[in-house]
């Protein structure tokens, strides 16, 4: 287990000498669309077509004493939104937060310290950004995802002269 590790707003739990346990979900849940028509069994369902929000499990087990000043350190550090980044796929990362603190479990000698992180995250991973120059004519970018998201295209005149006749055009990619 040396190699589990998390990385949360651009810091290690590696640093913090903390040993992580993932458990995750295949995929996010869907959100349901039923409603309940009087007089008739069950429930109409318009189609399940979006995905609520990913729940995170980390249990973190830290095998240093520390005092409760650097505990309260790594609460801190905790106690905000920002990205995750997990071992086993170290190019992707989640959008999240701990919205809810949990009880930790201190050992008589203060050598073992053990608790569970709830990351509530945006459903899907998100990859790295991607920086492309754009040259005259068409600009194919590769859409690596697996699923429909929003994107986010920014451009940016690096030279000196204004820019004319700049169009774009939006072609969607149809995902199964």
Known sequence: MASSWFKFRNKLSSDYKIK????D???PPKRERK???PSRHGKYDFGSKYFDERVIELRCILEEK???AELRGIAAWLSKKGDIILWDEPDKRYTGEV?????????PTEVLREWTL???AEPFAKGDFKIIDIKSGDN?????GTIETPTKIVLVNNSKQNISNLRIRITRKLLD
């Open 140 to 144: 194919e970018i590769e859409y690596g």
């Open 20 to 23: 992580v346990i993932k458990k």
């Open 99 to 107: 919205l809810d603190t949990n009880f930790f479990e201190t050992m």
């Open 25 to 27: 979900l295949l995929f």
């Open 66 to 68: 520390i005092t409760r």
């Open 35 to 37: 409603i309940m028509i």
């Open 118 to 120: 709830l990351f509530v």
